[in-house]
T-cell receptor
């Protein structure tokens, strides 16, 4: 069956540009998570959706980061006015339930801000 | 692909040996733990999980041990194979649904 997919896989942006990263979770999965992974580090939580509701956005590093999941399936992470420190791999994960459960990760989008 | 874990602690083992990867977790209230494997250029891949009401769980070639007294988690891989080479992360659920990941250990399997 299809896993979590993310697009694009690689994105190069000039400083100040806006970017949009897409996540297609596993069909029917209730929960969707975004994580940021810097080189040599473990993933760090950004935000969490249960269906279309964004229940936790405490990990978003600034108000330049915005995420949405309007129909409870596909999600988009948008970063406005990108900065060099935004360079990282952005990982999306989905989970079948709303409780503590195995999270299935996509391959990530590697963002490089020049 | 991107290289994961350039400056991580490294465990180097011979093919066929058993590997033990350790992790100290941070929150005594955490009730769910997962081990993930991450290969270069890929997302984390689930290996095994354990809930806090257990102290041991076995999968195929892998065993996870949980010691809540000292907040320690370990992953044992039996008969390590070259395909096991990757970065391994422990992750804990602290009650907010998102996972908190440890810093990772690189496992290198020498043929």
């Amino acid at each position: 069956g299809a896993g979590v997919s993310q697009s694009p896989r690689y994105k190069v942006a000039k400083r100040g540009q806006d970017v949009a990263l897409r996540c297609d979770p596993i069909s029917g999965h209730v929960s969707l998570f975004w994580y940021q992974q810097a080189l040599g580090q473990g993933p760090e939580f950004l935000t969490y959706f249960q269906n279309e509701a964004q229940l936790d956005k405490s990990g978003l590093p600034s108000d330049r980061f915005f995420a949405e999941r309007p129909e409870g399936s596909v999600s988009t992470l948008k970063i406005q006015r990108t900065q060099q420190e935004d360079s990282a791999v952005y990982l999306c994960a989905s989970s079948p339930t709303g409780g503590p459960d195995e999270q299935y990760f996509g391959p990530g989008t590697r963002l490089t801000v020049t | 692909g991107e290289s994961v874990g350039l400056h991580l602690p490294t465990l180097s083992v011979q093919e066929g040996d058993n590997s033990i990867i350790n992790c100290a977790y941070s929150n005594s209230a955490s009730d769910y733990f997962i081990w993930y494997k991450q290969e270069s250029g890929k997302g984390p891949q689930f290996i095994i999980d354990i809930r806090s009401n257990m102290d041991k769980r076995q999968g195929q070639r892998v065993t996870v041990l949980l010691n809540k007294t000292v907040k320690h988690l370990s992953l044992q891989i039996a008969a390590t194979q070259p395909g096991d080479s990757a970065v391994y992360f422990c992750a804990e659920n602290t009650g907010r649904r998102a996972l908190t990941f440890g810093s990772g250990t690189r496992l290198q399997v020498q043929p």
